[in-house]
């Protein structure tokens, strides 16, 4: 469903050479390294979001950046769905509101069962600024999956959450892929998650090295 073949890339310092991968529907794929590794930078690589200095990344067989941008921005809308580390919820409308634009731009309904496994149902009469900083990551989340992607790009999802709580929102992911033959890529620090994935990798001298 995604590849990567052969990606470059550098900012004042090369931090990537000949990156290769593959990410099938269904599957999930960790990723994970030293704090400025660059992590965030290959997921925004992958996700349409920065093109790299050099190589290529294909979506159902696409180079994506090699599209218009009005096809580029379609399936940054519609297939792919990234979940950042800030989310970017609309404040000072409710919880149900900042769903409600998922569900006008998809025309997907919001998933109530989705809603309660993220413990969140009870809060959509809620503004967003009444709501906690984990509800407000789970609403975002939420937010992302009501739309319905092919692709989750995950940046630390759950950095900012408790335990409990970071297993519901995995949950939910790793349920989320399987009932709609999606593909997740997470960028996480916790090894006890990117254990859950069926493949890691760690970024390593510059290149992704698969850990068993
Ligand atoms: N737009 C940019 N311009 C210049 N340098 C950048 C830019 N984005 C990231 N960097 C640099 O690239 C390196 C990798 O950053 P990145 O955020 O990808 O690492 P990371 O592995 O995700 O880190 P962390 O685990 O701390 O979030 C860092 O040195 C960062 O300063």
């Not at 950046?65 to 580029?72: D, E, F, P, V």
């Not at 634009?101 to 496994?117: F, G, Q, R, Y």
């Amino acid at each position: 469903m995604l590849q990567a073949k052969g990606v470059s890339h550098k900012f004042d310092y090369e931090l990537f050479k000949d990156i290769n991968l593959q990410l099938h529907q269904q599957e999930s794929i960790a990723i994970i390294g030293m704090s400025g590794s660059g992590k965030s930078t290959l997921l925004n690589i992958l996700s349409s979001l920065l093109k790299p200095n050099s190589g290529s990344v294909l979506f159902k067989d696409n180079e994506i950046y090699k599209l218009k941008k009005s096809k580029l921005l379609n399936i940054r809308r519609e297939d792919f769905g990234i979940i950042f580390q800030a989310h970017y919820l609309f404040r000072g409308f409710s919880a149900k509101e900042n769903l409600d634009i998922a569900t006008l731009l998809s025309s997907n309904e919001v998933d109530m069962n989705l809603l309660k496994t993220l413990k969140i149902e009870h809060v959509l009469t809620q503004g967003v600024g009444e709501l906690s900083g984990g509800q407000q990551q789970r609403l975002s989340i939420a937010r992302v999956l009501t739309k319905k992607p092919k692709i989750i790009f995950a940046d630390e999802p759950t950095g900012n959450l408790d335990k409990e709580t970071s297993l519901l929102v995995m949950d939910a992911l790793f349920n989320y892929i399987k009932e709609n033959n999606a593909g997740l890529i997470l960028v996480t620090h916790e090894e006890n998650l990117a254990k859950r994935c069926n493949k890691t990798y760690k970024v390593v001298d510059l290149k992704l090295e698969e850990i068993r």
